[in-house]
């Protein structure tokens, strides 16, 4: 839940003057002061007195409305809170609004307002009729988008208005809040891929070789430490009580690579290719942090995910949750690039070990070659490859053609290969993915149908 801080309004300050109040005058106060002005004018040249004192009225009520209002000395404070902040794309979040009123005098008729992005829906008016001195009004409304995004959320916007609907003065409140939409996320099963390993970590990495008494790293003694870990050799040397550090495996390492290029999707909307491609990477990242990897977000440009680690990859020494945040709240900004092929995210992976998933567009000869030769010396290689041309418009026998070409040099370059069809489930995909990694682990061949096919 976020909250936005309380900020003090007043009712009827100087801020706009004299002036700032006339202009609050609505469509039924202006219409009273002309007719009343020209009620007076009238009845002074006709010498009527009954309609001079009409005319009067007319064009007192008004100007009475507006001094009232002006002078109007009450304090209120406005606090608006998001349940939840952060919501995937096509669900809704609830923005709870509290009014306060913190003077002794009772508020007239209050309309309140928050400034939402159109994408979100309609912009929220409510009405107070009446708030006793330190009493409070709670109110609240959905929002909602199918785009993701970062969509502020106010300022509140409070309204005070003479119980004759003469004049209106409008307020704000300077705070605002920020609610993230992240692409949707989806389950994904857990099957075993290429460079996994069994147990905590890629078994052949450790953070430290224990290969005798001599590659021992000893650390300080601390309290609660077993006494049969001291180790006396560093002891005697450092000459305080010293203990072998217990090993600590490295974690499994997995990269997460997006294709943003502009070039490699069509289409545009919540369903269009790139959007899946986004929600897959998404889904992935997700599912990876779960089982504990180190995972890093990659994009064809060579940028990682602010806020990582070594290299980039987040998660091993930081709460899943959190890292999780953190690279939705990136995907929910991202944007397709201008960039037309995949050298830079080449250049970040070569030398790299570990697992690497990859979400592609449309790939051309060159970028076909590009993405051979980013699988990894170690770790496995899955590559879920979009053909944003049968998202669009259907596929032709051509493209088929040329699109099976591309794929058979991924396979044989040592990826998984996985095409992408429109409306396809990721969860399902994922699943072949592991059949095919079992396969290809145990020595056997899979032909292109095994892959599902571009039919």
């Known amino acids: 839940m976020a909250a936005s801080g309380a900020v003090a309004v007043d009712g009827g300050g100087d801020r706009g003057g004299v002036r700032a109040a006339f202009g609050g005058l609505t469509t039924r106060g202006r219409s009273f002061l002309a007719a009343g002005i020209a009620a007076a004018v009238c009845a002074y040249a006709l010498g009527q007195g009954d309609l001079l004192r009409v005319g009067l009225l007319l064009a007192v009520l008004p100007l009475v409305s507006v001094t009232v209002l002006y002078r109007t000395r009450y304090r209120v404070t406005g606090t608006r809170r998001l349940s939840p902040s952060r919501v995937p794309a096509g669900s809704e979040a609830r923005v709870h609004l509290r009014m306060d009123n913190v003077s002794r005098l009772p508020t007239g008729l209050l309309m309140l307002q928050d400034r939402v992005p159109y994408v979100l829906g309609p912009r929220p008016r409510f009405v107070l009729d009446r708030v006793e001195g330190g009493g409070r009004r709670e109110v609240s409304y959905r929002v909602r988008s199918d785009l993701r995004g970062r969509y502020p959320l106010g300022p509140l916007q409070l309204r005070l208005s003479d119980p004759f609907g003469m004049c209106e003065l409008t307020r704000s409140f300077s705070a605002y809040d920020t609610l993230v939409v992240v692409p949707r996320t989806e389950p ?241 995909l994922w699943r072949l993915a592991g059949r095919h990694a079992a396969v290809a682990g145990s020595g056997g061949t899979a032909g292109p149908a095994g892959f599902g096919g571009w039919a």
Request: charged share 25%; with cysteine.
């Open 188 to 428: 994904l099963p857990p099957v075993p891929l290429a460079g996994e390993s069994s147990g905590y970590g890629e078994g052949r990495q450790r953070s430290l070789a224990l290969a005798g008494d001599d590659d021992v790293i000893p650390r300080g003694y601390r309290h609660g430490d077993d006494l049969r870990r001291v180790h006396w050799r560093s002891t005697a040397r450092y000459g305080e009580l010293m203990v072998r550090r217990e090993e600590q495996p490295q974690r499994a390492r997995c990269t997460v690579l997006l294709d943003t290029r502009q070039t490699a999707y069509r289409g545009t909307g919540p369903d269009s290719a790139f959007e899946w491609a986004v929600s897959g990477a998404a889904s992935a990242l997700v599912h990876m942090l779960e089982r504990g990897f180190a995972v890093r977000l990659l994009t064809d440009a060579g940028n990682a995910v602010p806020g990582g680690g070594e290299g980039g990859f987040a998660g091993a020494t930081q709460a899943t949750a959190d890292t999780a945040g953190l690279m939705l709240d990136t995907l929910a900004e991202i944007e397709q690039s201008d960039g037309g092929g995949l050298s830079r995210a080449h250049d970040v992976l070569r030398g790299g070990e570990g697992l690497l998933i990859a979400f592609l567009g449309d790939l051309d000869e060159e970028q076909t070659g590009m993405t051979a030769r980013m699988r990894q010396r170690s770790g496995g290689a899955v590559a879920f490859v979009l053909d944003s041309a049968a998202w669009v418009n259907g596929e032709s026998p051509a493209t088929r053609e040329a699109a099976e070409r591309r794929l058979r040099l991924l396979r044989e370059a040592g990826w998984t290969v996985v095409p992408v069809e429109p409306g396809a489930r990721l969860a399902e």
